[in-house]
Nanobody
């Protein structure tokens, strides 16, 4: 079993930055693909970014390309989401998720393990 804990969310003004962290325990994340998803009130959970097991391959949804960067430090069992140029429409609960298959995937149902989420609120 893998337990995931997100942190780093908060309230930020539009144009600001935040860095989210996802720390894993229970097992090493080094062979897992990891993704970030988000869910705004009244909306479905949507894919944000994913990273493969080595960190050598990443994938982003179009709305965050050039603004968000996903990275990982397998020695620390941690995946990060650096968010810059934040917009009010980025407001959501952000979740990290992991899957034993090390390949990238943007579908929530492909991920076996989920964190509890961290709130990101971007004000005007």
């Amino acid at each position: 079993q893998v337990q995931l804990v997100e942190s780093g969310g908060g309230l930020v003004q539009a144009g600001g930055s935040l860095r989210l962290s996802c720390v894993a325990s229970g097992r090493t994340l080094s062979m897992y693909a990891v993704a970030w998803f988000r869910q705004a009130p009244g909306k479905e959970r949507e894919f944000v970014a994913a990273i493969n097991w080595s960190g050598g391959s990443t994938y982003y949804t179009d709305s965050v390309k050039g603004r968000f960067t996903i990275s990982r430090d397998n020695a620390k069992n941690t995946v990060y989401l650096q968010m810059s140029s934040l917009k009010p429409e980025d407001t959501a609960v952000y979740y990290c998720a992991a899957r034993r298959n090390p390949a990238l995937n943007s579908l929530p149902r492909a991920y076996e393990y989920w964190g509890q989420g961290t709130q990101v609120t971007v004000s005007f």
